[in-house]
C-alpha cells in the first residue's frame, strides 16, 4: 500500500505543479493588479501630489524618445514605399503605393511599432526607477513622509503615457508617411501626382481616430504594466533586473493583444 500512495501522491503533486499551479498564479496576478488599478484611482484624487511630476514624466516619454520614434518610422516608411514599388504587377497604377503606404502607417505599423520600441525604452526605465525606489526603500520613506507612492510615482507616468503616446504616433505616421513619399520619388519611378493621388484615395477622419485609440490603449498598458512591475519589486540588484525584463514582455504581449482585439472591433468600420 505505501509502494501505491506514492507515486499517487507524486503525480498529484506534478499535476498540481503543471496544471493548477500556473491558473492560481494567474488568477492572483490579475487580483493584484486589479487592486493596484483601484489604488491608482483612489490616487486621482490627490493632484497636489501628481500634477507638479506630470511635465517632467511627459519629456521623460515623449521628448526623450522622439530620436528614436523618428528613426523608426523614416526606416519603416522607407521599407514600404521600397517593397510596394518593386513587387507591383505590370499596369497596376503606381498611386497604389500611396494609399498602401498611408493605410500601412496609419492603421497598423505607426502605432504598433512605436508601441513596441516604447515598452521596450519607457517601460525599462519605468520599472527599473521604480523598482529601485522600492528595493532601496525610498518608497517606504514617501509614505513615512505621507507622501501616497502610488499618486508620487505611479499616476503621473500613467497619464503621460496616456498623453504623449498618441502624440508620439501622430509624430511617426507624419515621419513614415513622409518617407515614404521620398523614397518613391527619388529612389523609384513613381511621380509626386501619382503617389499624393494616393494618399488621398479614401481617406476617412476615422482612419485617424483609429490610430490614436491604439496609441492611447498602448500607452496606457506600458505605463500601467511597467509601473506595477515596478512597484511590486522583489529585494535586490536581482529583482530590479527581473521585474523590467517581465514588464518589457508583458507590456508588449499586451500591445500586440490590444492590436488584434482594435482591429477584429474596428477594421470592419474602416471600409469607408
Given at each position: 500500500?505505501?509502494?501505491?500512495?506514492?507515486?499517487?501522491?507524486?503525480?498529484?503533486?506534478?499535476?498540481?505543479?503543471?496544471?493548477?499551479?500556473?491558473?492560481?498564479?494567474?488568477?492572483?496576478?490579475?487580483?493584484?493588479?486589479?487592486?493596484?488599478?483601484?489604488?491608482?484611482?483612489?490616487?486621482?484624487?490627490?493632484?497636489?501630489?501628481?500634477?507638479?511630476?506630470?511635465?517632467?514624466?511627459?519629456?521623460?516619454?515623449?521628448?526623450?524618445?522622439?530620436?528614436?520614434?523618428?528613426?523608426?518610422?523614416?526606416?519603416?516608411?522607407?521599407?514600404?514605399?521600397?517593397?510596394?514599388?518593386?513587387?507591383?504587377?505590370?499596369?497596376?497604377?503606381?498611386?497604389?503605393?500611396?494609399?498602401?503606404?498611408?493605410?500601412?502607417?496609419?492603421?497598423?505599423?505607426?502605432?504598433?511599432?512605436?508601441?513596441?520600441?516604447?515598452?521596450?525604452?519607457?517601460?525599462?526605465?519605468?520599472?527599473?526607477?521604480?523598482?529601485?525606489?522600492?528595493?532601496?526603500?525610498?518608497?517606504?520613506?514617501?509614505?513615512?513622509?505621507?507622501?501616497?507612492?502610488?499618486?508620487?510615482?505611479?499616476?503621473?507616468?500613467?497619464?503621460?503615457?496616456?498623453?504623449?503616446?498618441?502624440?508620439?504616433?501622430?509624430?511617426?505616421?507624419?515621419?513614415?508617411?513622409?518617407?515614404?513619399?521620398?523614397?518613391?520619388v527619388i529612389v523609384t519611378d513613381v511621380h509626386t501626382f501619382d503617389f499624393r493621388a494616393g494618399l488621398r484615395l479614401g481617406f476617412s477622419q476615422f482612419q485617424v481616430f483609429y490610430s490614436l485609440l491604439k496609441a492611447l490603449m498602448f500607452g496606457g498598458a506600458i505605463s500601467f504594466l511597467c509601473s506595477?512591475?515596478?512597484?511590486?519589486?522583489?529585494?535586490?540588484?536581482?529583482?530590479?533586473?527581473?521585474?523590467?525584463?517581465?514588464?518589457?514582455?508583458?507590456?508588449?504581449?499586451?500591445?500586440?493583444?490590444?492590436?488584434?482585439?482594435?482591429?477584429?472591433?474596428?477594421?470592419?468600420?474602416?471600409?469607408?
Amino acid at each position: 500500500m505505501t509502494a501505491t500512495a506514492l507515486p499517487e501522491g507524486g503525480a498529484f503533486r506534478r499535476a498540481w505543479d503543471v496544471i493548477a499551479r500556473p491558473i492560481l498564479e494567474f488568477f492572483n496576478g490579475v487580483g493584484a493588479r486589479g487592486y493596484f488599478l483601484r489604488e491608482i484611482l483612489r490616487a486621482l484624487g490627490e493632484p497636489g501630489t501628481y500634477l507638479p511630476e506630470v511635465v517632467k514624466q511627459m519629456r521623460a516619454i515623449g521628448v526623450d524618445s522622439l530620436p528614436l520614434a523618428s528613426l523608426v518610422a523614416a526606416f519603416i516608411g522607407s521599407v514600404i514605399a521600397l517593397q510596394t514599388r518593386y513587387q507591383l504587377f505590370p499596369g497596376i497604377q503606381l498611386s497604389v503605393i500611396g494609399l498602401i503606404a498611408r493605410q500601412m502607417v496609419i492603421l497598423e505599423l505607426g502605432p504598433l511599432l512605436t508601441g513596441l520600441v516604447l515598452a521596450g525604452r519607457v517601460g525599462a526605465q519605468m520599472t527599473a526607477e521604480i523598482g529601485t525606489m522600492r528595493v532601496t526603500e525610498q518608497i517606504d520613506a514617501l509614505e513615512t513622509l505621507a507622501f501616497d507612492p502610488v499618486a508620487y510615482l505611479v499616476v503621473p507616468r500613467i497619464i503621460a503615457g496616456l498623453i504623449m503616446l498618441p502624440v508620439l504616433t501622430v509624430y511617426a505616421d507624419v515621419i513614415g508617411i513622409g518617407f515614404s513619399f521620398l523614397t518613391s520619388v527619388i529612389v523609384t519611378d513613381v511621380h509626386t501626382f501619382d503617389f499624393r493621388a494616393g494618399l488621398r484615395l479614401g481617406f476617412s477622419q476615422f482612419q485617424v481616430f483609429y490610430s490614436l485609440l491604439k496609441a492611447l490603449m498602448f500607452g496606457g498598458a506600458i505605463s500601467f504594466l511597467c509601473s506595477y512591475e515596478g512597484y511590486v519589486t522583489g529585494a535586490g540588484a536581482e529583482g530590479v533586473g527581473r521585474s523590467t525584463a517581465r514588464a518589457v514582455v508583458i507590456a508588449s504581449i499586451w500591445i500586440l493583444v490590444l492590436d488584434a482585439l482594435t482591429a477584429a472591433v474596428l477594421a470592419p468600420y474602416l471600409q469607408a
